[in-house]
């Protein structure tokens, strides 16, 4: 009996490892935030392998209840954890399920993340204290959810049509759908798991509206899960990913709760029916950054993950030979899927940098929001980061979400016919991620929120209001814009420093342009709003450039910072994000004649070089994610390369081979043997033979 030859694999990327050009594990710690932080992550991870609740392997062959079965019990324990462990200890746990189980984050997101955030930025003090002893920390007693959209509206916000209308006689507010389009629809959690919801009405308080506020509505007893009265909710069913959380429709038929169940820390309703608005709208925004800066760090590292799977993969398929008699060759080594992979790697260690470092912007700035009022010296200051913050994190959640997206898709696609194979875990991937562009605020719309922003900098200073920040660029503009890029040669064109100048100057003419529009619309006579409008095209296109500029800056920033054995190949991935984002965006950069044809030619020849430069680190630096086995749960991303036995040992597991269906009987039997009418039979017709 012959032995079977064993599949390549292995040996390819222990080889491949003998390439690092840098030191791995020390990567890793910068990545993470320290020695320490990795530990931790490598401590949770384990925990996840060992705890059979987290098993994920046969999770494709999972009917959707068995799912959502699943991630009820991962809710459970998640519980656990929040009551047991510090909160830096739980968010880094949540970072972690999120690559592991979308569908679970999310579940247990609109809890923590959406209800329970609705608490913390709209309750007061002693509303707080009070959902907190119902259960809202721990879940005992209580689970949350959160209904804003509605059938009929979503981004236009102040467009719904809920009620929640005061009663004086009785000191309650009746919540109610006054039509089909009001139904509250996609709420997470509603469909099976919530007994609360932070719910988003138009208060009406003596026959006026003072537009959407938020309240706390019981949904369900807890003790029978009972629905209240006068509450009617549905499963929405089937949809494209995450499935482990359960999205329901919610209809309110004149149903009561009392006054103080509105969340009161901005507008105040008493007893009497006054209305007290809060003196500093601004500040209610910083509720809707917390869950973009989440997605911006999301993209990050669910690139890292699909790009783990897709570079081990491609360092171990073989396909086609270059040279007769000699083993085919690696697809890695193609100088095309070097150009797929090596720019989507840099792009996720930009995204990676930019996520911890607009996280630790948004921390201090709730911090200092936290004790600020009207009056304070401070504010002003804290009023145009909060602006910066929100302008800025709209197109950041945008471009970082469009670009993972992308990332997964390309992944798949680079791992050819088994990368759309469930089992390898891409396909997953990309249906979970891509709601990531939709929901947290429309993609679309926050490109266009995020252009306004950018004009209504640009017209500051050009009234001479110096701008701070991300959106300096936009001082001493006449100075800035005429600057041409002076390179004699592919080496000179291609330094970090070359690329920053190169987006300060290109995002300052877009948004120069952008803002020139809209004058210009006003000027002739348009509203405000009509001109914004008009110029749509021109604000989704200057928050594109500024947002991957803004990537590359803190990519740079992060290379300062960074332990010098490290800073080398740091460089490079950072030169090829920057140069790519040119290559691939050159018309602006050509147009306002930063560089020259020729430049451009360079920077093109360059990408590719460093393609093929950084190809040699690959390995290493997906081996730097540092996500085990288990969190990848891809056997084309097996760390050991023995991709093609852990493939078929997976398949080989779900579907015993060889199995007669069950449907044999009903179906396949009864074609194979059915007795032929004379005009079904075919005759060979002899002369054509
Ligand atoms: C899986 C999932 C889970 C969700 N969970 C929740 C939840 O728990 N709670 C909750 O409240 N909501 C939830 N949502 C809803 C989600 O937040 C909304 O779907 C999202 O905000 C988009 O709103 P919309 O569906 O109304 O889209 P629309 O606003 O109707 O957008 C439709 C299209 O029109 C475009 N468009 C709209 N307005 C403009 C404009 N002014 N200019 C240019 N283009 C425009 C958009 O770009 C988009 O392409 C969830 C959604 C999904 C898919």
């Known amino acids: 009996m012959t032995s079977l030859q064993k599949p390549p694999g292995p040996a390819e990327l222990q080889a491949e490892r003998q390439r690092a050009t840098f030191p791995v594990r020390q990567m890793t710690y910068y990545l993470d935030g320290g020695e320490k932080q990795t530990k931790l992550k490598e401590r949770i991870m384990l925990q996840f392998e060992r705890d059979p609740v987290w098993q994920v392997s046969d999770q494709h062959d999972l ?95 102040s467009g719904l049509e809920t009620t929640a209308t005061y009663d004086e006689t009785s000191d309650e507010f009746v919540i109610h759908t006054p039509s089909l389009t009001a139904t509250k629809w996609w709420i997470g959690g509603a469909a099976q798991t919530a007994t609360h919801s932070v719910v988003f009405a138009q208060l009406y308080v003596k026959g006026k509206c003072y537009g959407v506020k938020n309240f706390v509505v019981p949904l369900r007893d807890p003790e029978t899960f009972e629905l209240k009265p006068g509450i009617v909710i549905g499963d929405i069913g089937a949809k494209m990913g995450r499935h482990g959380t359960d999205n329901g429709y919610i209809q309110f038929t004149h149903v009561r709760i009392p006054r103080s169940y509105m969340l009161m820390k901005h507008t105040k309703v008493n007893r009497n029916g006054d209305v007290k608005e809060p003196p500093l709208q601004q500040l209610t925004y910083g509720a809707l950054i917390q869950g973009r800066v989440a997605m911006v760090v999301d993209s990050g590292a669910i690139a890292k993950k699909a790009l783990t799977i897709a570079i081990r993969y491609a360092a171990i398929r073989r396909q086609f030979g270059l040279k007769a008699g000699e083993p085919e060759t690696k697809i890695l080594d193609y100088v095309i899927h070097q150009y797929r992979l090596m720019p989507l790697l840099a792009q996720a260690f930009a995204m990676h940098f930019t996520g911890i470092e607009v996280s630790r912007m948004y921390e201090e700035l709730m911090d200092s929001m936290e004790t600020l009022q009207p009056g304070d010296k401070e504010l002003n200051d804290v009023l ?68 306004r922003y950018l004009i209504s900098c640009y017209r500051e200073a050009k009234a001479g209001k110096s701008q701070a920040g991300g959106v300096a660029y936009l001082n001493n503009l006449d100075k800035l814009l005429n600057k041409r890029c002076s390179a004699k040669s592919a080496e000179e064109v291609s330094t ?129 994610f540092n996500y085990s086995d288990f969190m990848l749960n891809s056997p084309l991303g097996r760390a050991d390369g023995t991709a093609y036995e852990a493939y078929f040992g997976m398949v080989q597991k779900a579907h015993k081979a060889g199995a007669v269906p069950a449907y044999f009987q009903k179906e396949i039997y009864p074609l194979l043997h059915r007795k032929l009418e004379a005009d079904d039979v075919l005759e060979l017709d002899e002369e054509d033979e």
């Open 384 to 451: 145009e980061k909060l602006k910066e913050m929100h302008g800025t994190s709209a197109g950041l959640k945008a471009f970082s979400t469009w670009s993972t997206l992308n990332i997964i898709d390309q992944c798949r696609q680079a791992c050819g016919g088994h990368g759309y194979s469930a089992y390898t875990g891409l396909a997953s991937l990309y249906s979970d991620f891509a709601v990531h562009c939709t929901w947290e605020g429309d993609n679309t719309i926050l490109t266009l929120q995020g252009g």
């Open 496 to 624: 970090l420093e070359v690329v920053e100048e190169a987006f300060w100057l290109v995002a300052a003419q877009v948004v120069k342009k952008a803002g020139e529009d809209f004058e210009a619309g006003v000027k002739r006579g348009l509203r405000e709003d009509e001109s914004y409008e008009e110029c749509s095209q021109a604000r989704l296109f200057a928050t594109k450039i500024h947002s991957l500029g803004y990537l590359f800056h803190r990519f740079k920033g992060a290379i300062q910072r960074s332990p010098a054995e490290l800073q080398p190949i740091l460089n490079k991935l950072c030169r090829l994000y920057g140069l790519y984002a040119i290559a691939e965006n050159s018309g602006p950069f050509l147009q306002y004649g930063y560089f020259t044809p020729l430049q451009v030619d360079w920077i093109r020849a360059t990408v590719t070089s460093l393609c093929k430069d950084v190809r040699n680190d690959a390995i290493s630096l997906t081996d730097s």
């Open 63 to 157: 009917t959707l209840q068995e799912i959502r079965e699943r991630s009820m019990a991962k809710v459970r324990r998640a519980a656990y954890h929040v009551a047991n462990e510090p909160m830096h200890v739980f968010k880094q746990r949540m970072e972690l399920i999120s690559v592991l189980d979308p569908g679970t984050w999310t579940r247990i997101g609109v809890h923590y993340g959406l209800f329970f955030g609705a608490l913390r930025g709209g309750a007061t003090p002693e509303q707080f204290s009070y959902w907190a002893q119902k259960g809202a920390v721990t879940l005992n007693g209580m689970v949350g959810c959160f209904a804003m959209t509605e059938l009929g509206h979503g981004s236009n916000v």
